[in-house]
């Protein structure tokens, strides 16, 4: 067969937008888009707002910014409310065709009937009680202003289909009750819209979560009631917890956001999520988005669950931090540090210039400043800061406690801090005189981290050999750094000493006088 003879291949990622963007539809979203894109096939956006009460605006733009920011582009993009029309014709010509019916039982009704199921030990399903009502009498109760809801009349059969993943699956339908498809002729149901939309936009591939599998059937009926032709299914594994339970808010994060939030890269989260229920069958571990479309195939997709593994997540993040250029990773610390009040951006406002667009002011992050002094500082210094940490950092959000002294003015640390081994507070004294004699000794042209680090380390030879107490490098080095830093560890002194400067390492030293003093 020629290539032009192929089918097109569309494949959909079909959110509904009850709450952000879930890390396992994520996943749906990622592997539709693998699957189109590796085929040079289409991508398509659905969002399935039907639920009026629980679809928000709000979570549809967390749906789209999270597909955006992982780089999973669609070629198109539909909401179901704006489809009512499509829908209307398609649920008059069921109602015609008597494959569909208005049911009138009320919901206690139903209920009772059901528990009455259960307690029989029955699957619980509708009776068909209304299927029998003559159109005569339909209408006279719409008319009265009965409530309602339209069935579909589920003919008994067993379904097959064969799922990509999981190979034949069979129903037997008479399982299944007559289900609603609608509330009304203007108010659709998920399994009706679906099915419909599927067809319309001729999605030849449906790849989607196994929590779904139970829908299919449902949906297969009605594209054979409707004369549909059949897509081709493959329900991906589910996502389960370390503990191989399926996966939920009590093993972290759930949603997409939250994890971007917490200092993930996209880089990450896309080769993350590509293997959760996939891999390639070697040991690369490491594949971009462009690789990953070369790459990935159904084939490799597995039936069973997929553990989420923080820990590689991690692993893989640590990793592109690595990867990421200084001045990139440098930029995206920043809302970090904002967030944290260590650093305020300085917006330089362009007030008043008419543009095309009819926007009068524009404003451009010009710099950064020290929120605590107001004390301006340059995106060199920044990335020298961030520089320190690159190697360490597993998340972004890591960063603010890292590097927080670099901003502060006082710092804010217990005398004992400064102790190293068994010093005594006399000798701690000396220490730092000493250590603000040195350091004041080298002049702001010459300080840098290797002068600091060559005139300390002699010194501190020195110094061990005059007092009796003092018997390593770490007399000096440690209350040098302590003082600087205010911390139990942090990066090496010399380097963090070169970023403070020589006015801020001899004030810090002196404040560590006087609280030894104090
Ligand atoms: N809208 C459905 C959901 O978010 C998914 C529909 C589908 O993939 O068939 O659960």
Known sequence: MGLLNKKQIRTRFAPSPTGNLHIGSARTALFNYLFARKNRGEFILRIEDTDKERSKIEYEEDIIDGLKWLGLNWDSFYRQSERK????????????????????????????????????????????????????????????????????????????????????????????????????????????????????????????????????????????????????????PLILGPDKSKLSKRHGAESLSEYRRQGYLEETLVNFLSFLGWNPGTEKEIFSLSSLIKEFSIDKVQKSGAVFNIKRLDYLNGFYIRQKPLDKLTELCMPYLIEADLITPVFETQERLPNLTGIFGKEIVSGYNMKETGEKIDFNCLKRIISIYQERIKRLSEVPELVDFFFKENLVYEKKLLFWKNTEIGELIIILEKLKEIVSQIEEKDWNSKKLEDILISESDKISLELKNVKDRGYLIWPFRAAITGKESSAPPFVVSEILGRKKTIKRIENAINLIKR
């Open 85 to 236: 029309d499509i829908y209307r014709k398609y649920l008059e010509k069921l109602l015609d065709e008597k494959k569909a019916y208005y049911c009138f039982c009320r919901k206690e009704e139903l209920e009772a009937k059901r528990q009455e199921q259960i307690s029989r030990g029955a699957a619980p399903k509708y009776n068909g009680k209304c299927a029998s009502l003559s159109e005569d009498e339909a209408e006279e109760r719409i008319k009265k202003g009965d409530e309602y809801v339209i069935r579909f009349k589920i003919p008994a059969k067993k379904i097959k289909f064969n799922d990509l993943i999981r190979g034949a699956v069979e129903f037997d339908s008479s399982l299944i009750g007559d289900m609603v498809i609608a509330k009304d002729l203007d108010n659709p149901l998920y399994n009706f819209t679906v099915t419909i939309d599927d067809f319309e936009m001729k999605i030849t591939h449906i790849l989607r979560g196994e929590d779904l599998l139970p829908n299919t059937p449902k949906q297969i009926i009605l594209q054979e009631a409707l004369g549909f032709t059949q897509p081709i299914y493959a329900h991906l």
